[in-house]
């Protein structure tokens, strides 16, 4: 099996400027996913799909092919992200497997990216996404009706006490990894039978305004 990871970036952030290639302790915000994609054990090539000369630029000084550019159709505000891995996948038909790493969430590691392919592996599943765990639980949040009166978001009987709800986890945008011929047929990064992968919160920082980066 061979793992391909695709590192999106596209030019034009409008929340952080230039956030791909801005300042992070010391290096480029990009520079921390790249080392980490490249010191990952188990994925065979890494690449990266972007629009921007000067994020290729940065991009080829830490190590990261750039075997082609991206087209303009799909580097827009709106594109999604399942649109940047089909690119790259009909580029590099080879591989078996994808691996999506954000350089958006530069505390994600090798040790992260591989424990999460390990654990597809183990299970034998065909896709896997990285979650973190809520701090603000849905089961006590409330909607507002037409008349400002508080609804409860979940209905019926509520735990009392913290220790007591249900854990719920959100998507943290770090890891998302998928069987090509799966990933093909879904047309998804996630299905019915999606693995999660956790990770704690303080490693699972994505970085979208300027309050999050100084974070």
């Known amino acids: 099996m061979k793992y391909l990871a695709i590192i999106p970036a596209r030019g034009g952030s409008k929340g952080v400027p230039k956030k791909n290639i801005r300042n992070f302790r010391g290096k480029p915000l990009i520079s921390w996913t790249i080392n980490a994609a490249k010191a990952s054990t188990l994925i065979d090539d890494v690449i990266l799909s972007s629009d921007d000369p000067e994020i290729i630029s940065v991009a080829k000084e830490y190590g990261c092919r750039v075997p082609f550019i991206r087209e303009a159709s799909i580097s827009q505000d709106k594109t999604p992200s399942i ?92 890891i998302y990894i998928c069987n090509v011929d799966w990933l093909n047929r879904n047309k998804s990064l996630i299905g019915s039978k999606t693995l999660g992968y956790v990770m704690n919160n303080s490693d699972s920082l994505d970085i979208d305004t300027e309050e999050q980066f100084n974070v």
């Not at 999506?100 to 597809?120: N, V, W």
Request: positive net charge.
């Open 83 to 174: 649109d940047v891995i089909f690119d790259a996948v009909k580029r590099y038909p080879s591989f078996d497997w994808v691996v999506l790493l954000q350089p958006t969430s530069p505390l994600r590691t090798s040790f992260h990216i591989d424990e999460a392919i390990t654990l597809c592996k183990n299970k034998g599943v065909m896709s896997c996404a990285s979650v973190t765990e809520v701090s603000q639980n849905p089961y006590w949040m409330y909607s507002l009706d037409k008349n400002q009166e508080i609804q409860p978001l979940i209905k019926g009987k509520l735990p009392s006490r913290r220790q007591d709800l249900p854990a719920i986890y959100r998507l943290n945008g770090a």
